[in-house]
């Protein structure tokens, strides 16, 4: 089995990730990787078998990111085209999310309710 990757990003392209600098980076940026999956399940469809929507987070040499990718097997023509049309067909805005709801991280909820 060939497996190969492609980085979808944190968020859709349109959109602000979590920036690395603030206090709770690795939490939000989870939720919205974790978001932009769900969203991506819901317009581009479920995987099939071959690909994989996942989280994936750089290494410790690195400053912390957090990011959405698609691994496939590249042998597998269904597995290929559905991370191909996760990196071109990804929805660009999170207005686009009909369904896709989740909870904000607690952290988030306490900012708000603050404000």
């Known amino acids: 089995m060939a497996s190969d990757l492609i980085a979808l990003g944190t968020v859709p392209a349109g959109e602000a990730p979590a920036a690395a ?6 939490g939000r940026a989870f939720w919205q990787c974790r978001r932009f999956i769900a969203l991506l399940r819901h317009t581009v469809g ?4 071959g690909a994989k929507l996942r989280v994936r987070r750089s290494g410790p040499d690195f400053n912390p990111y957090v990011e959405v990718v698609v691994e496939f097997d590249d042998a597998n023509h269904a597995a290929r085209a559905y991370a191909t049309r996760c990196d071109r067909e990804a929805p660009t805005r999170w207005d686009q999310t009909a369904g896709t709801t989740l909870a904000a991280p ?10």
Request: glycine share 4%.
């Open 46 to 49: 479920g995987e099939p078998a």
């Open 21 to 26: 600098s603030e206090s709770d980076y690795a």
């Open 106 to 115: 607690l952290s988030s909820q306490r900012t708000l309710a603050a404000r």
